[in-house]
């Protein structure tokens, strides 16, 4: 049963990438009809990310047609060990999925401040298990980082729900 999941899983990055191809077609077409300065950003993520799956097609298809030798030592950066394609392999990694869902969960309901107010230090404490005292900084020196790209480049960040 586990080989057969983690066989699944090696071929769901392609269907990922397959529905990445009309989302970023989708943002580019909807894009169109904002204004000028308002259109640049979207437009060009959205050419980017179709270009960047094209050359990923267009890999694997040359792929696909090389025979490899000698396999050698994997040197790719995401290169997954048999530990970390095991079943609590893919339970660490979907537990950090779940940590930045939190993440996200808090600055819709309380913004983007108070969320890093409270989720950096807890995120830190529970999960690499930091001191206090380090949880802390970061936590204040990421506020400070946030307070001063508003207040400097006049950003405008989530105000969530609850907390305006």
């Known amino acids: 049963m586990q080989r057969y ?22 943002v580019y077409w909807a894009s169109q009809e904002f204004m000028l300065g308002a259109r640049l ?8 990310g179709m270009a960047l799956i094209g050359i990923e097609l267009l890999r694997r298809v040359v792929k696909r047609g090389i025979t ?3 396999e050698g030592p994997a040197t790719a950066d995401l290169v997954l060990d048999e530990e970390q394609r095991s079943l609590a392999g893919y339970g660490r990694g979907l537990l950090m999925f779940a940590w930045l869902a939190g993440f ?12 890093t107010a409270v989720f950096v230090p807890l995120f830190l404490l529970v999960q690499f298990r930091a001191s206090w005292w380090i949880s802390g ?25 609850w907390l305006n």
């Open 5 to 26: 999941l983690v066989g699944l899983i090696d071929r769901l990055d392609l269907v990922f990438i397959l529905w990445l191809l009309p989302l970023f077609a989708y």
């Open 41 to 48: 950003f979207p437009s060009y993520v959205a050419l980017l």
């Open 68 to 70: 490899v030798a000698d």
């Open 104 to 115: 996200y969960l808090l600055i819709y309901l309380i913004g983007m401040l108070w969320a």
């Open 137 to 161: 900084l970061l936590a204040l020196g990421l506020m400070g980082l946030i307070y001063g790209l508003h207040i400097t480049l006049r950003l405008r960040w989530p105000q969530g729900l």
